[in-house]
């Protein structure tokens, strides 16, 4: 599996390319402010073609690129619809509703789970590799060493009741800043001391 990932914009904010391998369809997840020319970059060098846009939550650092992207393309961008009022900019044309359903797109299954708490439609996606190897793609849920702001309790008890109960050596690509592990962050996130009681799932 192929996993393109850079930061972008003057958040630094994370977008991802997910593919099955190179030359093949792929997904797009949170194209931001500024990442256009990464995106474009990146699907060259892989011969990737976009299937669909993938949006962990509605924050403009997150999806500023979003719509000329999927024009650009002619693809649908998922995103929850509680978050859809969050960004005042250029709207993409084809918003889809992610209601936690898995998805199946550009050849990936893909696992969506609410996380309700940095915003109202916060959400992580989840891919299992070919290789057996687990990835979360947190957006602004979870980050290394940290997690997001907002409605603290709700963030807590997605913290606890989704991501903390995934096994150790899931990979997690959070939204900013470097990949970690929810074995790690389990272990030694201070942010996370209230849930370090969780046992992971198998």
Same mark, same amino acid.
């Given at each position: 599996?192929?996993?393109?990932?850079?930061?972008?914009?003057?958040?630094?904010?994370?977008?991802?390319?997910?593919?099955?391998?190179?030359?093949?369809?792929?997904?797009?997840?949170?194209?931001?402010?500024?990442?256009?020319?990464?995106?474009?970059?990146?699907?060259?060098?892989?011969?990737?073609?976009?299937?669909?846009?993938?949006?962990?939550?509605?924050?403009?650092?997150?999806?500023?690129?979003?719509?000329?992207?999927?024009?650009?393309?002619?693809?649908?961008?998922?995103?929850?619809?509680?978050?859809? $009022?969050?960004? &005042? /900019?250029?709207?993409?044309?084809? @918003?889809?509703?992610?209601? #936690?359903?898995? !998805?199946? +797109?550009? =050849?990936?299954?893909?696992?969506?789970?609410?996380?309700? $708490?940095?915003? &109202? /439609?916060?959400?992580?996606?989840? @891919?299992?590799?070919?290789? #057996?190897?687990? !990835?979360? +793609?947190? =957006?602004?849920?979870?980050?290394?060493?940290?997690?997001?702001?907002?409605?603290?309790?709700?963030?807590?008890?997605?913290?606890?009741?989704?991501?903390?109960?995934?096994?150790?050596?899931?990979?997690?690509?959070?939204?900013?800043?470097?990949?970690?592990?929810?074995?790690?962050?389990?272990?030694?996130?201070?942010?996370?001391?209230?849930?370090?009681?969780?046992?992971?799932?198998?």
């Amino acid at each position: 599996m192929l996993v393109v990932g850079f930061p972008a914009g003057a958040l630094r904010a994370n977008c991802y390319l997910l593919a099955p391998g190179p030359d093949t369809a792929c997904v797009v997840v949170d194209p931001g402010e500024d990442s256009a020319g990464r995106v474009a970059e990146a699907l060259a060098e892989h011969r990737l073609t976009p299937a669909a846009v993938l949006a962990t939550h509605g924050h403009p650092d997150h999806v500023a690129g979003a719509a000329a992207l999927t024009a650009a393309h002619d693809v649908p961008m998922w995103l929850h619809p509680a978050d859809r $009022g969050l960004h &005042d /900019g250029e709207q993409a044309a084809d @918003v889809r509703d992610l209601t #936690g359903a898995p !998805l199946e +797109l550009a =050849g990936l299954a893909i696992d969506v789970d609410l996380v309700p $708490g940095h915003t &109202d /439609g916060s959400v992580v996606f989840r @891919v299992t590799t070919p290789e #057996g190897g687990r !990835l979360a +793609l947190t =957006g602004d849920t979870l980050f290394a060493g940290s997690v997001g702001r907002g409605d603290q309790r709700r963030l807590g008890e997605s913290l606890r009741d989704v991501l903390l109960p995934l096994p150790d050596d899931t990979v997690v690509l959070p939204g900013h800043g470097p990949a970690t592990t929810i074995g790690r962050e389990r272990a030694g996130n201070p942010f996370l001391s209230g849930a370090r009681s969780v046992v992971p799932m198998p």
